[in-house]
């Protein structure tokens, strides 16, 4: 059974982090200076964990927001631990953030979520509803291409 937080402690934030960089530098080898930023700090971005049975942190995701432009917001810095893959982690990453972006920054009842996956995870973010679009361009080293999905608060 997977549970899912918002991050709301230093603790929690340590821990996702940890998780990235298990992921995207140790793995991926994205470079550490680009993996941590200013956005990870910043009052308008929020963070959620995915805890396995175990209480470890398994999956995590930030939803980064601007209130000059409600109503469209940004996911990203997805991770899920490699023995997590395949568990349902990723998929309670995008729910919770979905969830949180459609309850606090949907002015008008409808969201718009963009993000930049990576080429090889394109699959997973088509089987939860987002229309991937635009070139394959380089992220950190890494192909990238950009999805969308607008969510109603009536859907």
Do not use: C, N
């Amino acid at each position: 059974m997977l549970t899912t937080e918002r991050v709301r402690t230093p603790e929690q934030l340590t821990e996702a982090h940890a998780l990235r960089l298990a992921v995207f530098v140790d793995e991926q080898h994205v470079p550490l200076a680009e993996e941590i930023d200013d956005a990870d700090f910043a009052p308008t971005t929020t963070h959620v964990v995915v805890r396995d049975p175990a209480g470890d942190v398994v999956g995590t995701g930030r939803l980064l927001t601007d209130p000059a432009h409600p109503g469209e917001v940004h996911v990203g810095r997805v991770a899920v631990a490699r023995a997590a893959r395949g568990t349902g982690a990723g998929a309670a990453v995008m729910r919770a953030l979905e969830e949180i972006a459609l309850a606090e920054h949907a002015p008008d009842g409808s969201v718009r979520i963009e993000l930049s996956a990576q080429t090889q995870a394109t699959g997973f973010y088509e089987r939860l509803g987002y229309e991937v679009y635009g070139p394959v361009y380089l992220d950190a080293g890494i192909d990238h291409r950009d999805a969308a999905k607008i969510l109603r608060s009536h859907d």
